[in-house]
């Protein structure tokens, strides 16, 4: 694979789009070629998929059809976007990938780990990021962010999964957790209670050292 794919984690709230937003930022002016993205979505029928998993009303969806309908949008994203922008060299950049699913449908629903990573292996043709940022703040403060964004933004209600309760949403915290202290070389933990401006430095310094290797 020639390109550079970097993906950003955490709970909801923790920062993952702004810093997505400012190390995009940073990577134009430097002249890479760029695509960036997001899941659930990121492509036409992905985004069908999106609001399928994230409508407020479909609150009588399953847990094995949620499961295989975020990995149905991945395989969407991956062999249409993802992985012809890494075969032409280009450096990609995900907000959210498959830890994701690990971390909100294997610990936050309680279902089988081995399964969803399993489902996600063949969704994504066995794609992994070269680097994760785990953007790492507690479900109680990233709450308070996502209630001060929709104060800001008019209309940007809670959607179905940020709606549940915080005991799913401390399950899907120490899911990252766990995924961090496993894949050492992988991801990187960057304290998200930091400015938006120290937390993008720490990225940005990660990412050139990326660049170098
Ligand atoms: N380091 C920070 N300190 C304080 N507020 C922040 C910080 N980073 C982001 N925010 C604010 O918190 C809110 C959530 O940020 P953002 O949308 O980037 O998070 P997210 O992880 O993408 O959320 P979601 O899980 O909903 O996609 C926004 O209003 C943003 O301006
Ligand atoms: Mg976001």
């Known amino acids: 694979m020639k390109g550079l794919f970097v993906t950003f984690e ?3 709230g923790a920062g993952k789009t702004s810093q997505l937003q ?11 070629d760029l695509v960036t993205t997001r899941e659930p ?10 609001s399928l998993l994230l409508d407020p009303n479909h609150q009588e969806l399953k847990d094995q059809t949620e499961i295989l309908l975020y990995a149905a949008s991945r395989a969407q994203l991956v062999h249409e976007l993802i992985l ?17 699913s690990v971390a909100y449908q294997a610990f936050g629903l309680q279902k089988s ?10 969704a994504s043709s066995d794609l992994t990021p ?3 940022y785990l953007l790492n ?66 990225i940005q310094e990660d990412f050139l050292q990326l660049l170098s290797k």
């Open 113 to 122: 780990r081995e399964m969803v990573e399993l489902i996600n292996k063949f």
């Open 10 to 12: 955490g709970p909801d």
């Open 41 to 50: 979505g990121g492509t036409k029928i992905s985004d069908k998929i999106r």
């Open 137 to 202: 703040l507690s479900p109680e403060i990233g709450r308070i962010r996502l209630e001060q964004r929709r104060n800001k933004e008019f209309g940007n209600d809670l959607d179905r999964i940020e709606q549940k309760n915080i005991e799913y949403h401390q399950r899907v915290y120490n899911g990252f957790q766990q995924l961090a202290k496993e894949h050492l070389n992988r991801i990187r933990m960057v304290d998200a209670n930091q400015s938006m401006e120290a937390i993008s430095k720490v």
């Open 130 to 132: 070269n680097r994760t």
């Open 84 to 100: 012809p922008a890494l075969e032409q060299g280009k450096i990609v950049l995900c907000d959210r990938f498959i830890d994701a």
């Open 22 to 32: 400012l190390l995009a930022t940073f990577i134009k002016q430097q002249g890479y």
